[in-house]
């Protein structure tokens, strides 16, 4: 048994071949479409989880979430969820329609939605899915350089790890190898340990292209961090530099 899981609204810009160009659209027309076309290519007859993948600045969310409670009515969708979203768009959101998920980057070395996110979604009763969790697998310890990255991995692009920020946020990579070699236990399991360690409300979606990473995250669930290593990794831990986008998809991310 599985549960079914997609989002909508984040499209490349027409007539656009950059990398990172792209534009929310969370209107009625393209819920109903993007449903419409995404039960067709799955041959199913309902998505358990749908995602608005960017709060659309040119719709206000209750349009878009109306449009989505029409879907649940209809029997299309099960539940709805959010992606990047801030507190206020969250409660606004909730509001229309109880909100099951949201989707945001957490991780030891991306905190922002500690502040108002996160609080605001467990007053509401809201599940965090957590990606990049790994960092983009910087923290799994195995970038130790920009030539570790391929010249077309969109990995470049962040900030993070250009050029000016990547050997300061190196130390957060390191430190997190130090800790996990002290626990027996790879970088990239005590990275998602860590996440899965900050309330049973959180499940984390790391990707992997090789069935052996696939199982050495799996070894994260088995890895309880004691208080003392959580407070540890927050007192040791640098703070990373750097945005962890390029500008023009930092405006599409609701704050």
């Known amino acids: 048994d599985f549960d ?69 009515a209809e029997g299309k969708v099960r539940h709805i969820g959010l992606s990047e979203a801030s507190a206020a768009t969250i409660r606004r959101a909730h509001a229309v329609h109880p909100i099951a998920a949201v989707q945001s980057e957490y991780s030891m070395w991306e905190r922002e939605i500690e502040a108002e996110v996160l609080p605001t979604m467990r007053e509401l009763g809201i599940g965090l899915v957590a990606f990049s969790p790994l960092g983009r697998g910087f923290l799994s310890g195995a970038i130790t350089s920009l030539a570790d990255l391929p010249q077309d991995d969109v990995r470049r692009l962040i900030p993070r790890l250009d050029d000016q920020h990547f050997e300061t946020n190196l130390a957060i990579a390191d430190k997190v190898v130090e800790i996990a070699a002290e626990l ?72």
């Open 4 to 72: 079914l899981a997609t989002k909508f609204g984040l499209y490349p810009r027409e007539a656009s071949s950059a990398v990172m160009d792209i534009v929310a659209d969370g209107s009625p027309a393209m819920a109903r479409k993007a449903i419409e076309g995404s039960l067709l290519r799955l041959g199913m007859d309902h998505i358990d989880l749908y995602y608005l993948h960017r709060v659309d600045p040119a719709t206000p969310i209750e349009e878009s979430i109306g449009a989505l409670a029409e879907l649940v």
């Open 184 to 255: 027996g236990a790879t970088a990239g399991q005590l990275a998602l340990a860590w996440v899965l360690a900050q309330g049973d409300d959180i499940v984390v979606i790391p990707g992997t292209k090789r069935r052996s990473y696939l199982e050495e995250n799996l070894g994260a669930a088995q890895l309880q961090l004691s208080a003392a290593v959580l407070a540890r990794i927050d007192a040791e831990l640098p703070t990373a530099v750097g945005e962890r986008y390029q500008a023009a998809a930092l405006k599409l991310i609701d704050r």
